[in-house]
């Protein structure tokens, strides 16, 4: 019988967003690889939407959130660990052989509450966390950048998420680093062993290799949308008409949400640079929206007025058309966990600066892309060269269009599907191993660590 998986997330804004593109995507795989799959958010209301014969979408009633983006809601620990709670009740409905949670925050309990039999009416599905962003990283955003901050994310990811869960999908190698640098004492022999051992034993640990239990699965682009067919001279011009920009201009693009774990204010430095520029016009289009939108807004008019613009949140169609009309796309974070936007605007036939750090080394390399060190004056020099040296840039764009050829989001959701079946296969053929509770309280798990 095909697998029933339910997928469990606070990461999910309708409209935007990489990981809620993912989720869509996923959805879609669903009718197409005839699975039944289901997907539980927060939302503004408690409802439900059928996307497909297979595939449907739980939103339960949540508030906003509290810290982060606030255009995000987030689901509480109470709608999934008392008896009754609304996502008790839509798995005991849909008995799913896997459940995966991507957050390491209000929903990560589950995987521990699980483990140590507090839903045994659910039996014993596989549990997975899917994690699409550091915590480290995330921590350094939002709350501390010393090394206090990173060594409470470590703390968190090795003597609890780790052990919670079965398995650990990462869209990127960058975001799987942190499990092993959380972990294995070959990155921090000083970590304490003991501690390890019996934070390990108490959330009932599997009995495996923390390198067979971790697994890379990167998200792709939907390469039919965003497509070098859709540039055009007549959009072009309407894009430059529609915001009032000079006909010489030239258009440099960041795309995606404007909050602190981007490192927007590089963005800004590097306007600083190019709007003294002599030999070119620069103009930054900035489309999205998140936390820092105003501050960007009242930041322009005081330094630089009327050189970078806001476009907003764009629908999935006049973006494509924005990627493949710009003469430049950069992306200024350098901690990035996978980057959709960078592989979008390279399957658009952009030119793209982006850092030499992160996820995006995955797919990014200086063959196509520019690689550079996020400052200032490395962004502008790379967004220069492109415009100066056209030879090299077409090189490049042309690699670039070949490399997002190859990590289109259809093959990469028929891998995220393929690895769960593998997993599945694996968990069930050594299920001993993942789920005996007391074997686990009496295992020595430093032999992992």
Known sequence: MPIKTVH???????????????????????ERRKREMRLIVPGERTEIEIVNDYAKIYYIEAPKSFLF?????????????????PIRKILMEEQPDIVEITDKYTLSMFGAMVRRGKFSQLGRPMLVHFSCERMDDN???????????????????????LPSFDFHIANSPYTAEEFFHSAKSAHKPSRSKWLANKTWRFFRSPRVAIEDRIVVCPRGV?????????????KRSELVEKHGLPENAKLVLYAGRISPEKNIELLVDVMSLLASDKTHDFRLLVAGD?????WLEETTEKRFPGRIVQLGHLEKEDLSDLYANVDVFVHPNPKEPFGIGPLEAMASGAPCVIPNAGGVLFYATDDNTWLVEPSPEKFAEAIREVLDDPFQTDRKVKEAIETAARNTRIKSTDNLIDTYDRLFEEFKKEFDLYTNEDLARQHDFTEFL
């Open 69 to 85: 983006d606030k255009r995000y809601r987030v689901l509480m620990p109470w709608t999934y660990l008392p008896n009754g709670s």
């Open 222 to 234: 939907d390469a039919e949308r965003f497509s070098p067919d859709r540039k055009s001279e007549r």
């Open 8 to 30: 469990i997330t606070n990461y999910y804004h309708k409209n935007s967003g990489g990981i809620s593109t993912s989720y869509n995507a996923l959805m879609k795989a669903a």
């Open 290 to 294: 998140g936390p820092l939108a105003d």
């Open 139 to 161: 921590v350094a955003s939002f709350l501390s950048k010393g090394s206090l901050g990173k060594r409470l994310a470590r703390a968190v990811m090795g003597y609890y998420n």
